[in-house]
């Protein structure tokens, strides 16, 4: 039985008098109505004398219609049925996708799936192990216990547990997602089997035909939902395709997914843009899936966060898509009774284990069986799922919870040969919830046909429309010789015969799409990450506030540097706050954006949308204008208010210097960002670069008398050579102001500095073999600091180098280590 | 969604109001803001003594304090602490979703309020869990004569099986209210009937709910709201509402509030509080105290005894001017990460029931950090003048050390000050790191001479930055009376001009590059001392303006 009346008095929980019950899909057709209108008129009678004065005030016209066939309706009232058809009408409006071109079975057989979780490098857990040896390492964890369940082509299939139950494990397991966490040590070990139509999945296979969307929605924040579309249909589907016929895929998947109306508002979410609803933003997460046309489709409690209204939007539309065809796999915590008859399976998991597996309509029926019946008036997931949760808030209740689950689930493993969702016992009542079904099979295709030509406008309609037929005919079929589709009756056992045979798999069916070119990936990568930077304005302007400030700042304190003695120090200044000021932000800042921008990268990766290379060549290239640009605006109002040389090499040499080590800066905080995938520990390791560049710059410390073991350092400190450079530059040529010599002083005072001059040598000086003059030229300064040797070209070409190597790094580890967001 | 249903549970008598120790009212917002270090016996303890007069002997809060902890059953996790919400659950583990949302409603409780407030109690939390809390709220009406109202979105069947009463509201009207009982029955007659396995509130909500997807959708659902509006008026629920509140009327209205209102609780107790949190955490007083050392430890690997040569010069000038530009930047970055917590829980709760002040708040802080902030300083000062070979003395490593406090103490006081604008660490990393540099650049005179500078600088900017009165501070004390030598150290003949000897003493270099300094000496200290008092003041100030526009 199930939620279906004529069963009711099965139940013990339902008083024997009680109606029978509506059907399980209200509002599919014409049959549920005459079964509702006799149920509700049967409940309203006790209480209808009062109704004189519910009815008296002005009933709205919708609500009024009488409704002719429930004859047991009192007279002058409106019919309390109509009422009710007009809730439920509203909200069962299922949408109708385009067929699925391809059709998928999944089989699991006893998957069982253990993961050793990592030690992690912090102080609390390297402190259990050191005091408490092994039993301080982290204990392996069984997340999946002999799991097995069939999914069929054109089912919806709900996963329900509590948290920890394994849930979204199981899904990605089969989705080829899992990975055992990070950490010393960590592995993970996992038997059984995974089948796509009878062939074993493989990453390749599933990737081919599945489409996953994940619990939060890793969507660009500041582009339209079209540009979103527009741009997973340009770069993911097939080359042979025109452009224009896939912006058409891209505004049917729109139009089928309800999202027209927001075509042209951006996703939003972040704290600085708002855009679409939460709901619309989980279903364009849907689209840029549904575009790759995937046969089968996996989503990750697709409706957590969401309000009643939209989350049932939204499995409505999952269960539109299963209805084409598709073998649709999600997982969901805690649906209301309404979402929950939504699907055609569910597998409600414990700590691993399987609880129960079947068709929906028979979950009540199969736990009165094993002893717990629904009470009435409440959620029958909600009842079942508290049933399967271990509750750890006592040592007692966690005893006896824990002996409910043990039994649930020694129940259900003696009541299943294998987890097909096939109970060994068939009665009657079976038979009923098994008609149930096929019935709305056919309505559902009959609703299919009719909402087809509606729909014919927005989709693109010839090929649409009769793919939808084709695909309406299958499913009569199916359900006409008895194929009970959401059933999943697989009685003959699939150990007997080699499942390949049986389901006729074939590669054919994993064949995976060919999306655009490498060179077209690049375009289309390059255009979205120009358009990133231009939409993100208030970004945009916060980097361009924050470096004007700083060139001003710079520029002010060094406003108009002199020729005098002095101003030799003003200028070693100027050339090491020059070369550190700016690339200390700009590494900081840039740990921080790489950080915010890697669940995206991760998630569209993840998808296979596009390669890395491109992508990295995209993001380099698109980039660069605006580094350039930044460099400018903090160097050029430096130089000028300064009053450095005016000439041109001198002025450009400067620029190009100073844009070099923000690069080089960029490039080692992006290394480390991608080598460090954790916000905290890349943001250290970032700073102590920096500083360990930065000390032996030559400035703070004379590099000459600096310890021999780490003078090295400054041989590799992009710092080192920027500050070499920029003085080079500044110095070279330059001549400065010479005090008098100190001779013919009147009052036989020596000047600063010449104090201890022996009489021999003031008379050098004053025949001129010595010079008064410490610093007379830029040569002489650059001595002092021991740079008399550097050439600019070649710091330049060095600047370029560290630049290359940190990129290259960056490349090496986004390819190689996981950048899963954490 | 407009259609939250407002859920009242309410015993029948109303205790008497306005006992020796009991807030009118109590309000557990939607979210759990705790420090995330302190065990749920001592967040409950802290709340209670920043709310109760001092009067209130000790034992009596404790006795307190365990009542709330057995009302809520954390019995088992007294003492375990709160630990982080979000994405420092990670780091900071600590009790669970339920349990935290317990210790929320246990820092109301402890006021032992007549009336308690709660929002979305359940939001986020597993189905189980929201049941329990709801349980418990239950007890709390029954069995301590409480009256609790709470806001719910989406309750489970089991949920609403534990409701006396129950508003259902729809676009600000209410629907229904009345007893739990009398709702099913209710929209049964209004011709709504529940289906027997589905929650009937999920049905009623969305029966009341106005769809507004589409124009149609919404006639519809205004025209059936209309209808159950006027079924609602003419029910006998409404009847009995009515009948309740004209009761109700003539009935003397509640006592104001109790004599905890009048008195301020001892300023300690918020500095205790702090003080232990961060003592709980390993990391973040290590964190306070290695970083400036640290940093120190680096230098000393490029370089040990600066000498007394002239090279040495350069040397020991580059010290100094790490020593400080380094000071401050810790103290801005501790205060950017420790402090949003303490920002939060100001701004987010404690400013509505906690009675103390943006500038106790303030002051509480900074003594807690001062002791450490101190041991950082002392520490980097003394490997600073040791190992590199500094002038040594009591008066000149307490200069030194004064120097890098007070500048440490400035860093922390900006951090706050940003943090309590910004609201954002990166933006206020960002902002006050460009401050701390735009006053190294004007004060410290050894990027840019104040000689050579422009007189606008030279006699006006570089006043307004403190690493100008610190920086002739540290430059006097070490180059006060320092012997440096002409000959140059081996392997550096050459280098110079034979004879040539720019700065033949410490003193020559003080008048050449701060001419003048040494006769300011008291003048720095004063203008250095008033800054951070004056920081100390407006960010006191900021807070108290920033808390009263949250509390809006």
Redesign the interface.
């Given at each position: 039985m199930g939620?279906d009346g004529s069963s009711a008095q099965a139940s013990p929980a339902?008083p024997a008098a009680?109606p029978p019950?509506?059907p399980p899909m209200l509002g599919d057709g014409d049959t549920s109505i005459s079964l509702n209108e006799q149920m509700?008129t049967a409940?309203?009678m006790p209480?209808s004398p009062?109704?004189a004065?519910?009815s008296?005030?002005?009933?709205?016209?919708?609500?009024a219609i009488p409704a002719a066939r429930s004859g047991a309706a009192p007279a002058g009232?409106?019919?309390?049925a109509r009422?009710?058809e007009?809730?439920v009408d509203?909200?069962e409006e299922e949408p109708v996708f385009q067929p699925s071109s391809r059709s998928v079975r999944i089989d699991v057989r006893n998957l069982n799936y253990i993961v050793q979780p990592g030690l992690d490098l912090?102080?609390?857990a390297i402190g259990a192990v050191l005091t408490r040896g092994r039993r301080g390492m982290p204990t392996p964890r069984k997340l999946l216990d002999d799991v097995s369940m069939t999914v069929l082509p054109g089912e919806l299939c709900a996963v329900i547990g509590?948290?920890g139950s394994g849930k979204t494990t199981l899904l990605d397991v089969i989705a080829a997602r899992h990975q055992s966490g990070g950490g010393m040590f960590a592995g993970s070990s996992l038997s059984g089997d995974v089948l796509l139509n009878g062939l074993p999945r493989t990453t390749a296979r599933i990737r081919a035909v599945g489409g996953y969307v994940a619990q939060e929605d890793r969507l660009p924040a500041e582009l339209t939902v079209r540009e979103v579309l527009s741009f997973v249909a340009r770069i993911r589907m097939s080359r042979d395709m025109r452009d224009e016929e896939k912006l058409r895929r891209a505004d049917a998947v729109a139009a089928e997914l309800g999202l027209i109306h927001v075509a042209h508002t951006p996703i939003g979410g972040s704290a600085t843009v708002r855009g679409v609803s939460g709901g619309e933003r989980r279903r364009v997460s849907i689209g840029t899936q549904l575009l790759l046309d995937p046969a089968v489709l996996f989503a990750d409690e697709p409706t957590s966060g969401l309000?009643?209204?939209t989350a049932r939007h939204v499995v409505s539309t999952l269960r539109g898509l299963a209805r084409a065809g598709r073998t649709v796999l999600c997982t969901i915590?805690?649906p209301?009774?309404?979402v929950f008859r939504m699907f055609d399976k569910v597998m409600i998991l414990s700590q691993g284990q399987v609880v129960y597996f079947g068709a929906v309509e028979r979950v009540?029926d199969y736990f009165s069986k094993a002893g717990h019946p629904?009470p009435?008036?409440?959620?029958?997931c909600?009842?079942y799922?508290?049933l399967s949760?271990v509750?750890f808030?006592?040592e007692r209740r966690e005893r006896t919870s824990r002996a409910v689950v043990k039994k649930l689930v020694d129940y259900y493993r003696a009541n299943t040969k294998f987890a097909t969702g096939h109970l060994p016992e068939e009665d009657p009542l079976h038979q009923q919830s098994r008609a149930d079904a096929k019935l709305r099979l056919i309505q559902a295709s009959e609703q299919d046909a009719s909402v087809a030509a509606d729909n014919a406008a927005l989709a693109s309609a010839s090929d649409g429309s009769k793919g939808r037929s084709l695909f309406s005919r299958r499913k009569s079929a199916a359900a006409g010789d008895g194929g009970d589709i959401p059933m999943a009756d697989l009685s003959p056992s699939l150990e007997d015969t080699s499942p390949a045979k049986v389901l006729g798999g074939s590669e054919e069916d994993f064949r995976a799409v060919t999306g655009a070119s490498v060179l077209e990936q690049f375009r289309l990568l390059y255009l979205r990450s120009v358009m990133f930077r231009f939409k993100a304005r208030s970004a945009l302007l916060?980097e361009f506030g924050?470096t004007l400030?700083?060139g001003l700042?710079?520029g002010?304190?060094?406003?108009?540097?002199?020729s005098?003695q002095?101003?030799v120090?003003?200028r070693f200044?100027?050339c090491?706050?020059v070369s550190t000021?700016f690339p200390?932000?700009v590494i900081?800042?840039t740990v921080?954006k790489f950080h915010a921008d890697r669940p995206t990268f991760y998630t569209e990766r993840q998808d296979g949308l596009y390669r890395l290379f491109p992508f990295y060549m995209a993001r380099i290239l698109a980039d660069l204008p605006f580094d350039i640009g930044f460099s400018l605006l903090y160097s050029i109002p430096i130089y000028l208010l300064a009053g450095l040389d005016l000439e041109v090499d001198k002025f450009f040499a400067f620029q190009i210097v100073i844009f070099l080590c923000i690069y080089a800066s960029r490039s080692i905080a992006v290394g480390v960002a991608s080598m460090v995938p954790r916000f905290q520990q890349a943001s250290f390791v970032a700073n102590f670069l920096f500083?360990?560049f930065l000390?032996?710059c030559g400035?703070?410390?004379?590099m000459?008398?600096?310890?021999i073991g780490?003078r090295w350092l400054s041989n590799i400190s992009f710092v080192t050579f920027t500050f070499q450079a920029l003085s080079v530059n500044e110095f070279r040529d330059q001549s400065f102001d010479c005090p008098a010599p100190p001779v013919g002083s009147m009052d036989g005072q020596l000047p600063?500095?010449?104090?201890?001059?022996?009489p021999e040598?003031l008379a050098?000086y004053a025949s001129g073999e010595?010079?008064s003059c410490?610093i007379p030229d830029g040569e002489s300064a650059l001595?002092?600091?021991a740079m008399s040797s550097v050439n600019v070209l070649h710091n330049g070409i060095f600047l370029v180098a560290v630049t290359v190597f940190f990129r290259t790094l960056c490349f090496l580890a986004l390819k190689y280590i996981s950048q899963r967001p954490? | 969604?407009c259609a939250n249903p407002a859920l009242f549970s309410r015993p029948g008598p109303r205790r008497p109001a306005g006992g020796v120790d009991t807030a009118p009212a109590g309000y557990v917002l939607q979210d759990d803001h705790h420090l995330k270090y302190l065990t749920v016996r001592e967040v409950l303890t802290y709340a209670a003594r920043l709310r109760a007069a001092t009067s209130i002997p000790r034992d009596r809060i404790e006795a307190r304090v365990q009542e709330t902890i057995n009302l809520l059953?954390l019995r088992?996790v007294a003492d375990s602490r709160v630990g982080g919400s979000g994405i420092e659950a990670?780091?900071v583990?600590g009790l669970s979703g339920g349990e935290r949302r317990r210790v929320s409603i246990g820092v109301q409780l402890v006021g032992d309020p007549a009336v308690l407030f709660l929002d979305e109690p359940t939001t986020g939390l597993?189905?189980?869990t929201a049941?329990?809390i709801v349980a418990t709220l239950r007890a709390l009406a029954q069995r301590h004569q409480k009256t609790i109202i709470f806001t719910v979105?989406?309750p489970?069947?089991?949920i609403?099986?534990l409701l006396d009463k129950v508003l259902l509201m729809s676009q600000g009207r209410a629907v229904f209210f009345g007893h739990r009982a009398g709702l099913?029955?209710h929209f049964?007659?209004?011709?709504?009937?529940?289906?027997?396995?589905?929650?009937?509130l999920?049905?009623y909500?969305?029966?009341i709910?106005v769809?507004k997807r589409s124009l149609k959708?919404m006639a519809?659902?205004e025209?059936?709201l209309?209808?159950l509006l006027?079924?609602y008026?003419?029910?006998d629920s409404k009847a009995a509402l009515e009948r309740e509140i004209a009761v109700a009327g003539s009935s003397p209205a509640l006592a104001p509030s109790s004599d905890l209102d009048v008195a301020y609780p001892d300023s300690n107790v918020l500095l205790a509080r702090i003080a232990r949190n961060l003592a709980r955490s390993?990391?973040d007083v290590l964190d306070r105290i290695y970083m400036l050392p640290f940093?120190g430890i680096?230098?000393l690997?490029?370089?040990?005894n600066v000498?007394n040569d002239q090279?040495?010069v350069?040397?020991r000038t580059?010290?100094l001017?790490?020593a400080l530009s380094v000071s401050p930047v810790m103290g801005m970055m501790n205060a950017i990460a420790q402090f949003p917590e303490h920002r939060k829980l100001f701004t987010r709760s404690d400013s509505r029931d906690a009675r103390y002040s943006g500038f106790e708040l303030v002051s509480a802080y900074f003594l807690v950090a001062l002791p450490l902030g101190i041991l950082a300083s002392l520490l980097f000062t003394a490997i600073t003048i040791y190992p590199f070979g500094l002038q040594t003395g009591w008066v000149r490593f307490f200069t030194l050390f004064g120097t890098s406090i007070l500048l440490y103490m400035v860093g922390e006081l900006l951090g706050v000050v940003t943090i309590a604008l910004l609201d954002d660490q990166?933006?206020a990393?960002?902002t006050s790191?460009?401050l701390l540099?735009?006053s190294l650049?004007?004060g410290s005179g050894?990027?840019?001479?104040p000689?050579?500078?422009?007189s606008w600088?030279g006699k006006g900017l570089k006043y307004a930055a403190p690493h100008f009165y610190a920086s002739q501070l540290m430059f006097v004390s070490e180059y006060q009376d320092l012997d440096l030598t002409?000959t140059p150290?081996p392997?550096?003949e050459d280098?110079?001009?034979?004879?040539?000897?720019?700065?033949?003493s410490g003193n020559?270099y003080l008048?050449?590059?701060f001419p003048g300094a040494e006769d300011h000496e008291l003048r720095n200290w004063l203008v250095l001392g008033a800054y951070v008092l004056l920081m100390w003041l407006l960010t006191s100030t900021v807070f108290t303006i920033v808390g009263k526009l949250k509390r809006r």
């Open positions: 939620y339902v009680t019950l509506h509700y409940l309203s209480v009062s109704q004065d519910v008296s005030p002005a009933v709205p016209p919708d609500t009232d409106a019919p309390p009422k009710r007009a809730v509203m909200v912090d102080a609390q509590s948290s309000d009643a209204y915590h805690a209301r009774a309404d009540v629904c009435i008036y409440s959620n029958p909600d009842y799922l508290d949760t509750d808030r006592s916060t924050q400030a700083m700042a710079v002010v304190v060094f406003y108009a540097l002199g005098d002095v101003s120090q003003d200044g100027l090491y706050i000021l200390f932000m900081l800042s921080a500083t360990m000390l032996p400035f703070i410390f004379n000459d008398t600096v310890w780490i600063p500095g010449f104090e201890s001059l022996t040598q050098q010595l010079t410490p001595e002092l600091y954490r | 969604m059953g088992n990670i780091s583990r597993d189905s189980f049941n329990t979105h989406q489970r069947s089991d609403f099986a099913i029955d049964t007659r209004a011709g709504f009937p529940c289906g027997l396995y589905e929650n009937p999920d049905f909500i969305d029966t709910a769809d959708r519809d659902a025209s059936r209309l209808y006027a079924a008026d003419a029910s390993p990391m940093v680096l230098m690997l490029f370089m040990q000498g090279i040495s350069q040397n580059g010290l001017f790490e990166t933006a990393n960002n790191s460009l540099s735009s650049l004007l050894i990027l840019r001479s000689l050579t500078a422009p600088i002409c150290r392997g550096f280098v110079l001009q034979p004879g040539f000897c720019r700065f033949p020559a008048t050449m590059l």
